[in-house]
């Protein structure tokens, strides 16, 4: 039995107006948020497209869903939520009986639920269990790996995923040197004890976000996840379908657009990604690092 985490919030999804536009082809469609999330851009679909487009939305967060059928009551005519992870796309599209599909979407940001929702361990702000699973039944938890993984398999995933190019091995080192490490103020303290004064007040977000962003990559498997899915979507899609794609860091963005750049079964509808206006910036700071990529589906030869 699942019981919904107290969540005083809301998830405001980014480049909604965008997405919609370059995202559907046909207004009768039918179209695939493989990140449903709280439902914010299957709203807008079904608004769009004057709920006459059938859309599946997945996600492996089952709260989520929760919230999302929620807030969507009067689409659900026209929407099925599934709990299932993006990457067996192929899978629940065949178990419908669903052959072609007029788009994929995907916004591969964390929710501001798994941020702001009790005990899921994602935030450095307040102090939580460190969970960080964007599917609470999935076994491997941050604590696992944070307190488990010896010193150089920490070291390469927070220099890879984290991007932290200098401070890798003394951060890494840090946290073997303070384990047992249980919550996520604990893993703060750790890497601010590797950091030098200096850096830790020089940097634009907070000192612990590139750590944290490598562990959560690691928990969820995202980049190897996300290079998976990629390979799926032609199978299913009609000509001239389209793939919609919003990133927040550069290792996602890099996947995406050398998969596109790189599959003659693709053209990319814009050369560069769309970006979050100036007036989405300042309403939702969360969009800032958003990038949009469009590629259409032009068949195989």
Known sequence: MYNIREYQDSHVSVLVNETVNYLITKKDGIYVDCTAGEGGHIKAICEF?????????????????????????????????????????????????IEKVDGFLMDLGVSTFQ???ENRGF??????????????????????I?????????????????????????????????RPINSTL????????????????KRKTHFATKTFQAIRIEVNNELKNLEEVLYKFEK?????????????????????KNFFKNNKSYNFITIKPILP??????????SRSAKLRIAEFIGTD
Request: with cysteine; net charge neutral.
């Open 236 to 256: 299913f899609l009609k000509k001239n379908g389209r793939v919609v794609i919003i990133t927040f860091h550069s290792l996602e963005d890099r996947i995406v």
């Open 186 to 201: 604990e893993l703060v303290d750790a890497i601010r004890k590797a950091l030098p004064t200096s850096e830790i007040y």
């Open 115 to 117: 941020l702001k929702g």
């Open 277 to 286: 206006s100036e007036n989405e910036k300042k309403r939702n700071p969360r």
């Open 49 to 97: 497209c004057e709920d006459q487009a059938k859309v599946i939305g997945l996600d492996i967060d089952f709260e989520v869903l929760q919230i999302a059928e929620n807030k969507l009551k009067e689409h659900l005519n026209n929407i099925k939520l599934i709990k299932a992870p993006y990457q067996d796309i192929d899978i629940v599209l065949t178990g419908l009986g």
């Open 123 to 144: 935030s450095f702000s307040k102090d939580e269990p460190l969970d960080m699973r964007m599917d609470s039944e999935s076994q491997i938890t941050a604590a696992d």
């Open 146 to 178: 944070i307190n488990n993984y010896p010193l150089e398999k920490l070291r390469q995933i927070i220099f890879e995923y984290g991007e932290e190019k200098k401070y890798a091995h003394k951060i890494a080192k840090s946290i073997v040197r303070n």
